[in-house]
């Protein structure tokens, strides 16, 4: 077993590291740009570079690359070599300050939507100082914000950035007005990460999982997840080996990788870290889902990241668990004992209220995608209808305060299991919810909308403006008034009278909800083709422009590559399911009832009876028959899709044609699939993946 003390952040150039290897006024320049903000003293970054690449040669490490996050989702590296040349053939090992903060990929190759007519190939990476550089596979990776030539965000992390800016800049005026002098707030996260385990030997057989991350066919397995068996059970050795190095190559990223345990589905586990800044979070999200995948390799499994590998047992998620601190520690969200009587919490939270209702649309635009759609609203995880769940405590304190009656507090509750030699403790004034999609859990908000493969940028990147938002309005109107408090109280009366819809702390899995959503004017926004235009409405570019999150063209761009993805993702798919019908499934339907064929027609030969044989082949060839003509129809959907031109246009005919038609040849499919015998299965069941 590895010294995990010692092993913790070894391939991080982190703080320590800096401040052994750094003079002393580099060091405190650099962490002042870090914790402060302030702007990077350009001879730092050479002496920065310099430290970065011989503590990285020392670990054996012999290339450079600026990592950053594109629109794609995921992240990207270009690795270049530390070596110059020196003349005489010779060469030393050099990384200059210019090199650490500026790259300049080619651009056009990454998503840009709209803005590849304006932009030129041109691309600049810059260096993110707040994210520690770290080692993987034995490159020096440099976080770093991705720009086009012209200056307009090509990623992921810059608006993530200047979302953390602008909810620090509004956070702090709002505390000034309670006295608290701070110079800079970061909001948190703690991301809970769910993911499927699966045999790498059967993964290679089905052309589904390989190339669209989830199985388009797949009949039910006899046992399925009804026995509650697998959500917390003992981990099978082969994934414990896989959670234990998994934990260790994370935890030498630094990474607080801290809880695991099976999930719900077979097959289905989740890590959780312990919570950080929102920036680091993400990239360390990112890293994560890397390195879960790698890993998986290593052990002959693979890991699968989809929101719905598998119809009938539940998909995978993230609950993004949110808060807002200062620099220092301080959780703003935070009610203490007294909460009815901690002003500055009921701002904050009426804040977050305000920021939820108003901007429904851009938190479910943040969760959108044609894999999140298969789990939003289908019983495993919570609908397309945002509300808010605040448990019965605060429910409480928020009713009194709209009221106007007096509030009292609930007791706390001592909890007693019966059996003496068990301690007693303290209940909590509150249970939880589970099927809330964005619920108060003790001293953060847990976001619970987003998919597993997400990066959590964009839900954070909402989260953040939208809280920003408010809390800019909060502040222009508190800011002068004569009393203070007795401002604030009404502030936060009015806030919560007039937000009041969104918190539902009842049942959202329940139909009736759906009802109640609507009679309450909530959005449901059920589809990602339905969410994505929402993004691009007057009052979002108004709302992102406010704050200087993103330009309108930048956020007509974002809505097209979104709209394109979910488009391209769903075509991928037709295609992958129209080339199993046609290579798998039909040959091994013709051919087991070929085979079935012949032996009815040998037992004739001998006068016996083949009635089984008979039927089954019947059976059979009418299935094929009209999966066939299935299949037709599905195919006939790509030209239709294609010759439409607008993004918006091709989402909707995704939903309203395209998925239908590969809904109805899936089911056709998977009729097919349990009529055939074991050895004629056209590749591994549902039965082979979830249970090996
Ligand atoms: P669960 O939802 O499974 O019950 P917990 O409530 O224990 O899990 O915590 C879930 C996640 O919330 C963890 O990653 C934890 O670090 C994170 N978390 C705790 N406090 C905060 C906070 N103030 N800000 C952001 N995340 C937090
Ligand atoms: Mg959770």
Same mark, same amino acid.
């Given at each position: 077993?590895?010294?995990?003390?010692?092993?913790?952040?070894?391939?991080?150039?982190?703080?320590?590291?800096?401040?052994?290897?750094?003079?002393?006024?580099? &060091?405190?320049?650099? $962490?002042?740009?870090?914790?402060?903000?302030?702007?990077?003293?350009?001879?730092?970054?050479?002496?920065?570079?310099?430290?970065?690449?011989?503590?990285?040669?020392?670990?054996?490490?012999?290339?450079?690359?600026?990592?950053?996050?594109?629109?794609? !989702?995921?992240?990207?590296?270009?690795?270049?070599?530390?070596?110059?040349?020196?003349?005489?053939?010779?060469? $030393?090992?050099? &990384?200059?300050?210019?090199?650490?903060?500026?790259?300049?990929?080619?651009?056009?190759?990454?998503?840009?939507?709209?803005?590849?007519?304006?932009?030129?190939?041109?691309?600049?990476?810059?260096?993110?100082?707040?994210?520690?550089?770290?080692?993987?596979?034995?490159?020096?990776? $440099?976080?770093?914000?991705?720009?086009?030539?012209?200056?307009?965000?090509?990623?992921?992390?810059?608006?993530?950035?200047?979302?953390?800016?602008?909810?620090?800049?509004?956070?702090?005026?709002?505390?000034?007005?309670?006295?608290?002098?701070?110079?800079?707030?970061?909001?948190?996260?703690?991301?809970?990460?769910?993911?499927?385990?699966?045999?790498?030997?059967?993964?290679?057989?089905?052309?589904?999982?390989?190339?669209?991350?989830?199985?388009?066919?797949?009949?039910?397995?006899?046992?399925?997840?009804?026995?509650?068996?697998?959500?917390?059970?003992? $981990?099978?050795?082969?994934?414990?080996?896989?959670?234990?190095?998994?934990?260790?190559?994370?935890?030498?990223?630094?990474?607080?990788?801290?809880?695991?345990?099976?999930? /719900?589905?077979?097959?289905?586990?989740?890590?959780?870290?312990?919570? !950080?800044?929102?920036?680091?979070?993400?990239?360390?999200?990112?890293?994560?889902?890397?390195?879960?995948?790698?890993?998986?390799?290593?052990?002959?499994?693979?890991?699968?990241?989809?929101?719905?590998?598998?119809?009938?047992?539940?998909?995978?998620?993230?609950?993004?668990?949110?808060?807002?601190?200062?620099?220092?520690?301080?959780?703003?969200?935070?009610?203490?004992?007294?909460?009815?009587?901690?002003?500055?919490?009921?701002?904050?939270?009426?804040?977050?209220? +305000?920021?939820?209702?108003?901007?429904?649309?851009?938190?479910?635009?943040?969760?959108?995608?044609?894999?999140?759609?298969?789990?939003? !609203?289908?019983?495993?995880?919570?609908?397309?209808?945002?509300?808010?769940?605040?448990?019965?405590?605060?429910?409480?304190?928020?009713?009194?305060?709209?009221?106007?009656?007096?509030?009292?507090? /609930?007791?706390?509750?001592?909890?007693?299991?019966?059996?003496?030699?068990?301690? *007693? &403790?303290?209940?909590?004034?509150?249970?939880?919810?589970?099927?809330?999609?964005?619920?108060?859990?003790?001293?953060?908000?847990?976001?619970?909308?987003?998919?597993?493969?997400?990066?959590?940028?964009?839900?954070?990147?909402?989260?953040?403006?939208?809280?920003?938002?408010?809390?800019?309005?909060?502040?222009?109107?508190?800011?002068?008034?004569?009393?203070?408090?007795?401002?604030?109280?009404?502030?936060?009366?009015?806030?919560?009278?007039?937000?009041?819809?969104?918190? &539902?702390?009842?049942?959202?899995?329940?139909?009736?909800?759906?009802?109640?959503?609507?009679?309450?004017?909530?959005?449901?926004?059920?589809?990602?083709?339905?969410?994505?235009?929402?993004?691009?409405?007057?009052?979002?570019?108004?709302?992102?422009?406010?704050?200087?999150?993103?330009?309108?063209?930048?956020?007509?761009?974002?809505?097209?590559?979104?709209?394109?993805?979910?488009?391209?993702?769903?075509?991928?798919?037709?295609?992958?399911?129209?080339?199993?019908?046609?290579?798998?499934?039909?040959? +091994?339907?013709?051919?087991?009832?070929?085979?079935?064929?012949?032996?009815?027609?040998?037992?004739?030969?001998?006068?016996?009876?083949?009635?089984?044989?008979?039927?089954?082949?019947?059976?059979? !060839?009418?299935?094929?028959?009209?999966?066939?003509?299935?299949?037709?129809?599905? *195919?006939?959907?790509?030209?239709?899709?294609?010759?439409?031109?607008?993004?918006?246009?091709?989402?909707?005919?995704?939903?309203?044609? /395209?998925?239908?038609?590969?809904?109805?040849?899936? +089911?056709?499919?998977?009729?097919?699939?349990?009529?055939?015998?074991?050895? +004629?299965?056209?590749?591994?069941?549902?039965?082979?993946?979830?249970?090996?």
């Amino acid at each position: 077993m590895a010294n995990i003390p010692e092993l913790f952040g070894s391939n991080v150039f982190s703080e320590n590291t800096m401040r052994e290897r750094l003079p002393k006024s580099v &060091f405190k320049s650099l $962490i002042a740009t870090i914790q402060k903000g302030s702007e990077l003293e350009p001879t730092v970054a050479t002496v920065v570079a310099n430290a970065m690449k011989d503590w990285a040669i020392e670990k054996g490490v012999t290339h450079f690359t600026h990592w950053f996050q594109p629109m794609t !989702g995921i992240t990207a590296e270009k690795h270049d070599s530390f070596i110059s040349p020196q003349g005489a053939g010779a060469v $030393i090992m050099e &990384f200059s300050g210019k090199e650490l903060i500026k790259g300049e990929p080619d651009a056009s190759s990454f998503p840009s939507g709209g803005l590849r007519a304006t932009f030129e190939a041109r691309g600049y990476t810059a260096w993110d100082p707040t994210s520690p550089a770290f080692i993987k596979d034995g490159i020096l990776c $440099i976080p770093t914000v991705f720009l086009s030539y012209s200056g307009e965000v090509l990623d992921m992390k810059t608006p993530l950035l200047r979302s953390m800016e602008a909810v620090s800049q509004q956070a702090v005026r709002v505390l000034k007005l309670f006295g608290y002098g701070v110079s800079r707030v970061i909001t948190t996260v703690g991301p809970e990460q769910e993911y499927f385990l699966v045999p790498k030997t059967l993964f290679d057989k089905r052309k589904d999982l390989v190339y669209t991350g989830r199985t388009l066919f797949g009949a039910p397995s006899p046992k399925g997840q009804e026995l509650e068996d697998q959500y917390f059970g003992a $981990i099978r050795p082969c994934v414990a080996a896989y959670m234990a190095e998994l934990n260790e190559e994370l935890w030498k990223l630094g990474i607080l990788a801290k809880t695991q345990h099976n999930e /719900v589905a077979p097959a289905q586990h989740e890590l959780a870290p312990i919570f !950080g800044n929102t920036n680091i979070a993400t990239d360390h999200n990112q890293l994560t889902m890397e390195i879960m995948k790698k890993v998986a390799e290593k052990h002959g499994l693979v890991c699968l990241l989809h929101e719905k590998p598998f119809a009938g047992v539940n998909g995978s998620g993230k609950h993004n668990n949110w808060s807002i601190s200062t620099a220092d520690g301080v959780n703003l969200l935070e009610p203490g004992d007294k909460p009815y009587d901690n002003l500055r919490f009921l701002l904050f939270l009426a804040a977050v209220i +305000a920021a939820v209702d108003e901007h429904q649309d851009l938190l479910r635009v943040s969760v959108a995608s044609a894999a999140n759609d298969h789990r939003l !609203g289908a019983n495993e995880a919570p609908p397309a209808v945002i509300s808010m769940f605040l448990g019965d405590e605060l429910a409480g304190v928020l009713e009194a305060i709209s009221s106007g009656d007096a509030y009292v507090p /609930v007791a706390g509750i001592k909890m007693s299991s019966g059996v003496q030699s068990v301690p *007693d &403790f303290k209940k909590d004034t509150t249970d939880r919810n589970r099927t809330s999609p964005f619920a108060f859990t003790g001293n953060k908000f847990e976001f619970r909308m987003l998919g597993s493969s997400n990066s959590i940028a964009e839900a954070n990147i909402v989260l953040n403006t939208i809280v920003a938002d408010v809390l800019a309005r909060f502040a222009d109107s508190l800011e002068g008034a004569a009393d203070f408090e007795s401002a604030a109280k009404a502030l936060i009366k009015e806030t919560v009278v007039k937000h009041a819809r969104i918190i &539902f702390n009842g049942n959202n899995y329940a139909p009736e909800w759906l009802e109640e959503a609507a009679a309450r004017g909530l959005l449901n926004l059920r589809t990602a083709a339905d969410a994505f235009p929402y993004f691009e409405s007057a009052e979002n570019i108004a709302l992102f422009g406010r704050h200087g999150i993103f330009t309108e063209p930048e956020v007509l761009s974002r809505t097209e590559i979104m709209l394109e993805g979910y488009t391209k993702n769903i075509r991928i798919e037709v295609l992958t399911a129209s080339e199993m019908a046609q290579k798998d499934i039909i040959p +091994a339907a013709v051919l087991y009832s070929a085979k079935l064929a012949k032996a009815a027609k040998d037992k004739a030969t001998l006068n016996i009876g083949a009635k089984t044989e008979i039927a089954l082949v019947e059976e059979i !060839g009418a299935l094929i028959d009209s999966f066939a003509d299935a299949k037709a129809a599905l *195919d006939a959907t790509v030209p239709a899709l294609d010759a439409l031109e607008e993004p918006a246009a091709q989402a909707a005919f995704c939903r309203d044609t /395209v998925l239908p038609a590969l809904a109805a040849l899936r +089911a056709i499919g998977d009729k097919i699939e349990p009529l055939l015998a074991r050895n +004629a299965l056209p590749y591994p069941t549902y039965g082979d993946l979830l249970f090996y």
